[in-house]
Nanobody, 121 residues
Framework: QLQASGGGLVQAGGSLRLSCAAS????????MDWYRQAPGKERELVAG???????TYASSVKGRFTISRDNAKNTVYLQMNNLKPEDTAVYLCNADIYEYVDSVPVVYKAWGQGTQVTVSS
């Protein structure tokens, strides 16, 4: 399971830090991503980070957002700086989770519940 938090209302130019924590009988996490979906728009990939720490960003957020992960805490973060009104959306986390089910290792892709980010002009 993934639990996202950290969203809120902020003025343009402000900052927010999103967190997404995985829980369960996890023994490893693979790629972890942040997506966002604004009303009337398709879901888009904002940033991603591999298990090795390689990162990728949408062009619209490059230089403003930073994705990171803490493997000891099974958590991925998204630091968002210089926020703009067009960043307003529900932000969702996604991760490849490796865990034991009845002592059998399995991997599946999980989604968090989403956290609302609203940027006022």
């Amino acid at each position: 399971q993934l639990q996202a938090s950290g969203g809120g209302l902020v003025q343009a130019g402000g900052s927010l830090r999103l967190s997404c924590a995985a829980s369960g009988k996890i023994f490893s996490l693979g790629d972890m991503d942040w997506y966002r979906q604004a009303p009337g728009k398709e879901r888009e990939l904002v940033a991603g980070i591999t298990s090795a720490g390689s990162t990728t960003y949408a062009s619209s957020v490059k230089g403003r957002f930073t994705i990171s992960r803490d493997n000891a805490k099974n958590t991925v973060y998204l630091q968002m700086n210089n926020l703009k009104p067009e960043d307003t959306a529900v932000y969702l986390c996604n991760a490849d989770i490796y865990e034991y089910v009845d002592s059998v290792p399995v991997v599946y892709k999980a989604w968090g519940q989403g956290t609302q980010v609203t940027v006022s002009s």
